[in-house]
């Protein structure tokens, strides 16, 4: 069975200060990682994936997140927070030996304060 | 990406009635998804859509609580029948990107805001 992790329910940050929004997964074979956001009262967007290759995948609006194979940890950066990243952020997980169902973690509510 | 769209965009409903959900994808698609969110909370899959062929359920969902019918490779309806106050919830339809080679990623509806009363 495949898992995913979302340790912080609530991630604070200053505005122009870096962010991270941490995620782990277990899955019993390789996975493909997936990273979402919800803004309120919308459907969510998809901001980036990793599925194979290098470590480091960049996606929409400056985030990237690095895939950790030895931690199973795929963390959600940004260099620099603004106010309108202020959401909620789901990561996913889809072990790619299973069917196409995805995984979602409980969300991590992050916001960017002015 | 696939631009999906889905009706009613939210509802409110008596306890004991029933209500049809429809999502409609700008492309042809394999398999289609539908989800529950209740609000500020996670996704949970209800079950699995193929056209052709019928729904795959996840545990504790029920076909005769959660009918889908997938007539076409576009479109899908899901169901929510004999509703209780505890179905009140945001309900997502999704489709597995594009269809090209690597495109594994789910894209989703603006999803359906049901309350019951």
């Known amino acids: 069975a495949q898992s995913v992790a979302q340790p912080e329910d609530q991630v604070n940050v200053a505005e122009g200060n870096p962010l991270t929004v941490k995620c782990t997964y277990s899955?019993?074979?390789?996975?493909?990682l997936f990273w979402y956001v919800q803004y309120p009262n919308r459907g969510l967007q998809f901001l980036l994936k990793y599925i194979t290759g290098d470590n480091l995948v960049k996606g929409s609006y400056g985030f990237e997140a690095e895939f950790n194979k030895s931690q199973t940890s795929f963390h959600l950066k940004k260099p620099s927070a603004l106010v309108s990243d202020s959401a909620l952020y789901f990561c996913a997980v889809r072990d790619i030996g299973s069917a196409r169902q995805l995984t979602f973690g409980s969300g991590t509510q992050l916001t960017v304060l002015p | 990406s696939a631009v999906i769209s889905q009706k009613p965009s939210r509802d409110i409903c008596q306890r004991g009635t029933s209500l049809t959900i429809q999502c409609q994808v700008d492309?042809?698609?394999?398999?289609m998804f539908w989800y529950r969110q209740q609000p500020g909370q996670s996704l949970t899959l209800i079950a699995t859509a193929n056209q052709g062929s019928e729904a795959t359920y996840e545990s504790g969902f029920v076909i005769d609580k959660f009918p889908i019918s997938r007539p076409n490779l576009t479109f899908s309806t899901l169901t929510v029948s004999n509703m209780s106050p505890e179905d009140s919830s945001i309900y997502l339809c999704?489709?597995?990107?594009?269809?090209?080679?690597?495109?594994?990623?789910?894209?989703f509806g603006p999803g359906t805001r049901l309350t019951v009363t």
């Open positions: 999704s489709v597995e990107g594009g269809g090209t080679s690597g495109d594994y990623e789910q894209y």
């Open positions: 492309s042809q698609v394999t398999m």
């Open positions: 899955v019993s074979g390789n996975p493909y």
